[in-house]
C-alpha cells in the first residue's frame, strides 16, 4: 500500500523487521511501527496489505506488551485460501504493512480486578495475549509497579511441539520466576518420542491444574483463547467445578 493513499487518520504503516517459521503454515512476526499505538494485553490490532489493488484487513491478538515502544509481535497462521494469511506468509522481512491505529477487544480487561490465581489456557496461536500480559507482569515487577502478587499457570495445548509459539521464552520465564508455571501439551504425543512434557488436550487437563493452582469458586480466575470446541468443553467442566461466571473467561479465534 502506497504512502500517500494511507489515510493517515486511521491507519499507520509498519515493517516487518524479523520473521520466525515455526511450520508450514505457523509463524512469528515483529512489527516496527511509525506510529506507536496504544493498546491494552489482550487486545488485537488490525493489519493490512494491499492485494491486487485492494486493501485487505484482518486482527490479529498482539503478543508483545504495550510497554514496548513502536513494536508489535504476531503469532500468524495461514488459513487454506485466506484472503490475508495467504499473502501475508509470502511477505519478507521489510515487506511494509498497514495498521490501523484503534487497536480493539475485551479479553482480559478485567485481570487487574481479579483476585486469586490465574489460569491461563490456550491452544496454538491462543497463547498470543497471554504472551503480552505476561510480559507486562514481567516488566511491573521489574519497575516495582505490581499491585497484587499472584501465582499465573498457563496451559498451551498444540498437536505437535513445533506449534508451540513462543515456548522457548515462557520455559525460560516459568524457570526464572516462582510465581510462573508454564505447561505445554501435547495431544498427538506419539508422533514425538522424545516429547517429556505433558499429553493431552488441554481441556481434559484442565480440573487437574486449574485444582494445583488452586482456583476454587470465589478465588481466581480462568482465562480461554483459542479453538471454541476446547473453549466449549473448558466452560463445562470449571462451571461443574463451582466457578462463577464472572471467574471464567474466553476469547475465541472463530465460530464454533
Avoid at 499473502?87 to 487487574?112: D, I, M
Amino acid at each position: 500500500m502506497e504512502a500517500h493513499t494511507i489515510d493517515r487518520e486511521k491507519f499507520t504503516t509498519a515493517a516487518i523487521i524479523d520473521r520466525t517459521d515455526l511450520t508450514e503454515d505457523l509463524w512469528l512476526i515483529r512489527l516496527q511501527l511509525e506510529e506507536t499505538i496504544p493498546f491494552r494485553s489482550g487486545q488485537y490490532v488490525t493489519i493490512g496489505l494491499d492485494v491486487k489493488g485492494s486493501l485487505i484487513e484482518r486482527p490479529y491478538s498482539v503478543c508483545s506488551s504495550p510497554l514496548e515502544d513502536h513494536i508489535i509481535d504476531l503469532f500468524l497462521e495461514r488459513v487454506p485460501g485466506g484472503e490475508l494469511s495467504v499473502p501475508l506468509h509470502a511477505c519478507t522481512q521489510g515487506t511494509e504493512l498497514v495498521v490501523r491505529k484503534k487497536a480493539k477487544g475485551l479479553f482480559l480487561k478485567n485481570l487487574p480486578l481479579m483476585h486469586g490465581p490465574l489460569l491461563f489456557v490456550a491452544t496454538v496461536t491462543g497463547v498470543a495475549p497471554y504472551v503480552s500480559t505476561l510480559r507486562t507482569m514481567v516488566r511491573e515487577r521489574q519497575n516495582g509497579t505490581v499491585v497484587e502478587e499472584r501465582n499465573v499457570l498457563l496451559l498451551h495445548g498444540a498437536s505437535h511441539s513445533e506449534e508451540l509459539g513462543y515456548a522457548d521464552e515462557l520455559a525460560e520465564l516459568s524457570r526464572s520466576e516462582d510465581w510462573f508455571t508454564y505447561v505445554p501439551s501435547l495431544s498427538r504425543p506419539w508422533e514425538h518420542p522424545e516429547w517429556a512434557g505433558e499429553t493431552g488436550r488441554v481441556d481434559e487437563l484442565l480440573r487437574k491444574y486449574a485444582d494445583s493452582l488452586g482456583i476454587e469458586p470465589g478465588s481466581g480466575a480462568a482465562y480461554l483463547c483459542g479453538h471454541p470446541g476446547m473453549i466449549t468443553h473448558a466452560k463445562e467442566i470449571l462451571k461443574r467445578k463451582g466457578l462463577a461466571v464472572n471467574q471464567i473467561h474466553e476469547e475465541q479465534y472463530w465460530p464454533e
